[in-house]
């Protein structure tokens, strides 16, 4: 099994991410891995209630949140591209509860040069969905990037570019 941490460090400019950013100490500090032989990206997570809805349940944008991160970070493990969310249709079957154990899992499930298509789903311990969603990403151009970070675009994320 080969499993590849994923991190913002090394791609050349800040980043303050919500949900993945250790750093960011009001954010969510989920890490996402890559496990290359089973063709996903997954993290664990357990959160608290700084991002309750319901007094009990996560927020339902957290919990999407979370599912669009795990769709852009598939984009960038599976798809080799940089990419930002163009639409997404998001399927809450199941509450997320606070304190609880959860895991997240994404794939590429179609590719082309200008856009990725992605699945992800949060699943309890015992493997029942939560929540899933199906996103179309746009993969981002070298001036669309700089926009993006604020800094031209140079280093490890130019591969990364349409």
Known sequence: MTIRALTNAGW????????????NADGLRI????DVDAGIVFASFVLDGRFSGAP????GGVTLAILDEAVAWASI?????FAVTHTTST???RPVKLGVPYRVEARVVEQTAERII?????????????????????????????DAIGAPVDGALGEYLC
């Open 12 to 23: 050349g400019f800040e980043s303050n991410c919500f949900v993945c950013e250790p750093a």
């Open 31 to 34: 890490p996402f891995s890559h």
């Open 56 to 59: 009990s349940y996560v927020h």
């Open 77 to 81: 493990a599976m798809g080799g591209k």
């Open 91 to 93: 399927v809450f079957d």
């Open 118 to 146: 992605a699945d992800a789903e949060v699943l309890d311990e015992r493997g029942k969905r939560r929540a899933s969603t199906h996103a179309e990403l746009v993969v981002l151009g070298p001036a669309q990037a700089a």
